[in-house]
């Protein structure tokens, strides 16, 4: 089992920057390929970004490429979201994911954090 917790939510004005975290604990997240993803109100669970299990390969929505930037630190068990000039559409609940393949299909990830809510003011 893996137990994800994610952090680093809040409100930010439009054009302004968060960095989210998502902590492992139980075994090991090292073999796991970790995605973001995000889900607005009344919307399906979204993909977001993706990076393989060592950190060489990531993948990314096109409406957060280029704004939005995947990492992850095996020797801490986290993976980290930095997000840049963002918009009021990125608000949502983001949520990280530990699977054995690096996708965007959220039925790939078998661990899911609780979610941490991003608002993005006008």
């Known amino acids: 089992q893996v137990q994800l917790v994610e952090s680093g939510g809040g409100l930010v004005q439009a054009g302004g920057s968060l960095r989210l975290s998502c902590a492992a604990s139980g075994r090991s997240f090292r073999p796991y390929a970790m995605g973001w993803f995000r889900q607005a109100p009344g919307k399906e669970r979204d993909f977001v970004a993706a990076?393989?299990?060592?950190?060489?390969?990531?993948y990314y929505a096109d409406s957060v490429k280029g704004r939005f930037t995947v990492s992850r630190d095996n020797a801490k068990n986290t993976v980290y979201l930095q997000m840049n000039s963002l918009k009021p559409e990125d608000t949502a609940v983001y949520y990280c994911?530990?699977?054995?393949?690096?996708?965007?299909?959220?039925?790939?990830?078998?661990?899911w954090g609780q979610g941490t809510q991003v608002t993005v003011s006008s």
């Open positions: 994911a530990a699977g054995g393949d690096l996708t965007m299909y959220t039925g790939s990830y078998g661990y």
């Open positions: 990076i393989s299990f060592a950190g060489l390969r990531a």
